[in-house]
C-alpha cells in the first residue's frame, strides 16, 4: 500500500519546510513583511474549494507556525479573508477540527494572543454568527455553509461597526511588528553529492 509520489506535493512540502525554519523565517520577514498575508491569499485560494488543490497537512502547520511567530498579523489575515470559515467549510479534516478547536478555546488558547487578539476573535465569531453555522454542522450533519461566508468580501453589518478592516489598518500592523532593518545573510551549507 505505497502511495503515488506526486512531485507537487513534495515540493510543498520542501517549501514548507524552508518556511518553518527559524533563521529563514527572521529574514523573510525583513524582506517580506508582508508574508503571511500573501501566504493567506493563497491558502485562501486553495482551501475554500471543496477540494483543497494543497494538502491539509501542509497548510496547517504555517497556519500554526504563523500564529506563534505573528499573532496579530495572522488574526487580522484570518479575519479578513473570513478564514474561520474557510476552516469551517474543510471541517471533515481531523487535523483542521484539532487546529479550529485549538484557536477558538480561547481561555485554554496555547498561542500567546493576549487580551486584545482574543477579543479581535470572540467578537468576529460572535457577529458573524460563526457558532449557529458551527451547531448546524452537529445537528443537521447535512448542513452546507453559505459559500458566501468564506469570501473575503463577506462582511454582515454587526462585524462591519465592530472592526475597520481596510488596507490602513492592515499596513499598520505590518510596520508595527516589523521594526529589523538589516538582513544577515545566512552562508549555507554545501550539498554533498554521490561523488563526494
Known sequence: NQKAFHLSYYRAYRTQRALLNPENWDNLVIVMPELINFFFERMYESMRLP????????ILPILDYFMQKDPDQTIISMINHNFFFVLLWNIE?????????????????PYSLGLTNSLKISKYLKHTDFFADFCKFIFYPDHV??????ETLYRPPKLSKVYDLNQNTFNNVVKKSKHRSTVRLINPKPIQTLSD
Do not use: A, G, Q, V
Open 145 to 150: 455553509i453559505d459559500i458566501r461566508k468564506c
Open 51 to 58: 477540494f483543497p488543490k494543497l494538502s491539509i497537512p501542509i
Open 93 to 109: 479534516h481531523e487535523s483542521i477540527r484539532e487546529f479550529l478547536f485549538k484557536l477558538i478555546d480561547l481561555p485554554k488558547n
